[in-house]
């Protein structure tokens, strides 16, 4: 398997801006998360999706983020407008099926943001 | 959720053990104490869960004593390569799976 797949590894871009990060689950895992690293703040979870539907969006910062998960096998976060303050990690992780309370998160490796 | 409470960094050489303590004194009956490594500029990965007593795999052993309040990551014979933050999580996942990372505890190794 090729793990959490996350698209663009890097992105630059400037204040006022839209950002659209993508990811790609691990194929048959039914939670697919979203999570946001910074130095000051760690790691923070953002919203987190089970069969596709959000089920916790409580950690997006503001209006301006937003996530979808049109199928099993795409998630997007979309930031508009972007602020320099959302310079950050935006990591995706996914989990199988909640069955045994052994189910771990597989992460991917992230997207490197920096809005100018 | 129960808070877990690690130190912030420790430092050691390679080729010693390096044993990491973690305190959660309000875990709940069915919480499992889960054990993950970030290295720079990579997402965190799981490296070891336990519920009580030992639990040993490839990269680590997780010891977690009767009282389940804290529990102790080992580490053996690290090397450069182990440099990396390491996170203490406790948590069922059954109803919440806002699983706090923290500000985990920055390993360093030196040669």
């Known amino acids: 398997d090729a793990g959490v797949i996350q698209s663009p590894r890097h992105e630059v871009t400037e204040m006022g801006q839209e950002v659209t990060l993508r990811c790609k689950p691990i194929s048959g895992h039914d939670y697919l998360f979203w999570y946001r690293q910074t130095m000051m703040r760690g790691l923070e979870l953002l919203i987190y999706f089970n069969n596709n539907v959000p089920i916790d969006d409580s950690g997006m910062p503001e209006d301006r983020f937003s996530a979808k998960m049109p199928n099993a096998s795409f998630s997007t976060l979309k930031i508009q407008p972007s602020e320099p303050r959302d310079s950050a990690v935006y990591f995706c992780?996914?989990?199988?099926?909640?069955?045994?309370?052994?189910?771990?998160?597989?992460f991917g490796p992230g997207t490197r943001l920096l809005v100018l | 959720l129960a808070k877990t409470t690690q130190p912030i960094s420790m430092d050691s050489y390679e080729g010693q053990e390096v044993n990491i303590t973690c305190s959660h004194n309000n875990i709940a009956t069915n919480d499992y104490i889960t054990w993950y490594q970030q290295f720079p500029s990579q997402g965190p990965r799981f490296i070891i869960q336990?519920?009580?007593t030992k639990v040993t795999n490839e990269v680590a052993s997780l010891f977690i004593p009767a009282d389940r309040k804290s529990s102790t990551l080992s580490l053996p014979r690290v090397s450069l390569s182990d440099t990396a933050v390491y996170y203490c999580?406790?948590?069922?996942?059954?109803?919440?799976?806002?699983?706090?990372f923290g500000a985990g505890t920055t390993v360093t190794v030196r040669a």
């Open positions: 336990g519920y009580k």
């Open positions: 992780a996914s989990s199988a099926t909640f069955a045994s309370r052994q189910e771990t998160q597989y």
């Open positions: 999580l406790v948590g069922d996942g059954s109803n919440d799976y806002k699983l706090s």
